[in-house]
């Protein structure tokens, strides 16, 4: 059985004294939110925090408000079992199906919005109890020097594997991020580097505290399609968010198209989408040409499941299967 490591709990009451507490602590601190990323990586030795900020009592964190036509704001502790239903799900389904192929049921009764934005980037030579990665020197994500899938290479190359993510900026939605200092709002594709380590621009001293969706435009559509192992649960080793709009005549107005779990941030198809604006999304021929332009964002390495020429070769016919169903 794999123990936690020693570590101080913090439960603050209140918003402000949550972000005292990860002001005072910076680094060594982390927050706390369904714990089924944090608590596993802590039990491998991956992140052992002195400090974890428990945000369970935090009633701000959980407002959910607005609707299709204003917007919506979820708390950061939204758990994923709600954005599969109620709100989300009638006026932003490419998200609602994103959080419903998270992990299992009793995981998403648990896991929140927030806690699957921030959540570590993964790769095989990572995550793994902390004996195997002794026996081969860590790597340079953690303790060790040598990066193993690019030896040559002075970054990581942990792949983002979160699901909402893509979705979240295809739909061009925001995060608010709040310190002692105030608030900030960026879109959440700014939430994210490209690189496997420093992997988020949010601050130690910053607390995500809400998610935005934009209103629903006239003309909508938005789909997510995930590639995975097991059907029943995995995490993603391809993800494909798509949204566009569409005039009245069914000629694209604006499209934005992100790829997941093929690097360290989702990448952002953008030849693609501007290859759509102006033609018809029924027509094969564009669907086609806008899935190769999409693959070409695709640089997966060999660090998750499937063999990396196959899953290269395959984010053509993911993207394709995305803009598909925006014709329906
Ligand atoms: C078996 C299994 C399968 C899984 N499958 C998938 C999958 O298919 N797809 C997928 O995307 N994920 C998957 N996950 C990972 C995880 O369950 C989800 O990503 C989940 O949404 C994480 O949310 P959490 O609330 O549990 O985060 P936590 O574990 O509590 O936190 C994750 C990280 O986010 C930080 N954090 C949390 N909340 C905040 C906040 N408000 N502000 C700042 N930082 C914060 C924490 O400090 C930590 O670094 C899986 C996990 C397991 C155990
Ligand atoms: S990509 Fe390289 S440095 Fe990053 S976790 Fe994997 S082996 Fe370690």
């Known amino acids: 059985m794999m123990r936690l490591p020693r570590f101080r709990y913090?439960?603050?009451?209140?918003?402000?004294?949550?972000?005292?507490?990860?002001?005072?602590?910076?680094?060594?601190?982390?927050?706390?939110?369904?714990g089924t990323d944090l608590v596993p990586n802590m039990k491998r030795r991956q992140q052992t925090p002195a400090n974890l900020v428990g945000l369970r009592g935090l009633a701000a964190l959980r407002a959910v408000s607005g609707d299709a036509g204003r917007g919506l704001t979820l708390g950061a502790m939204t758990r994923l079992a709600e954005v599969e239903r109620g709100p989300?799900?009638?006026?932003?389904?490419?998200l609602a199906?994103?959080?419903?192929?998270?992990?299992?049921?009793?995981?998403?009764?648990?896991?929140?919005l927030g806690g699957n934005l921030c959540l570590d980037t993964r790769c095989s030579y990572y995550d793994q109890g902390e004996e195997w990665r002794r026996s081969i020197g860590y790597c340079m994500k953690r303790e060790g020097e040598t990066c193993w899938?690019?030896?040559?290479?002075?970054?990581?190359?942990?792949?983002?594997?979160?699901d909402t993510a893509p979705v979240l900026c295809a739909l061009g939605a925001e995060v608010t991020l709040l310190s002692r200092g105030g608030?900030?709002?960026?879109?959440?594709?700014?939430?994210?580097?490209?690189?496997?380590?420093r992997h988020l621009s949010r601050r130690p001293d910053e607390l995500l505290t809400a998610v935005h969706l934009p209103p629903v435009e006239a003309g909508q559509r938005a789909a997510y399609v995930k590639l995975r192992r097991r059907g029943s649960f995995d995490f993603p080793v391809l993800g494909v968010a798509a949204r566009v709009r569409l005039s009245a005549g069914g000629t694209v107005e604006a499209a934005r198209i992100f790829l997941g779990a093929v690097g360290s941030r989702p990448q952002e198809a953008r030849a693609a989408a501007d290859f759509l604006v102006g033609r018809r999304l029924g027509d094969e021929e564009v669907i086609r040409e806008a899935a190769r332009l999409a693959a070409q964002v695709a640089k997966p390495m060999q660090n998750t499941d499937l063999t990396l020429g196959w899953r290269k070769g395959v984010a053509r016919e993911y993207a394709a299967r995305a803009l598909r169903e925006l014709v329906g």
């Open 88 to 94: 989300v799900a009638a006026g932003w389904p490419a």
């Open 97 to 112: 199906r994103a959080a419903a192929t998270v992990a299992t049921p009793p995981i998403r009764n648990t896991a929140t």
């Open 183 to 197: 608030e900030r709002r960026i879109p959440v594709a700014e939430l994210f580097a490209d690189d496997g380590i």
């Open 149 to 162: 899938v690019a030896p040559g290479s002075d970054r990581c190359w942990a792949v983002s594997s979160s």
């Open 10 to 34: 913090l439960a603050p009451a209140s918003l402000p004294e949550a972000v005292k507490v990860l002001g005072d602590l910076g680094p060594e601190a982390m927050p706390l939110a369904g």
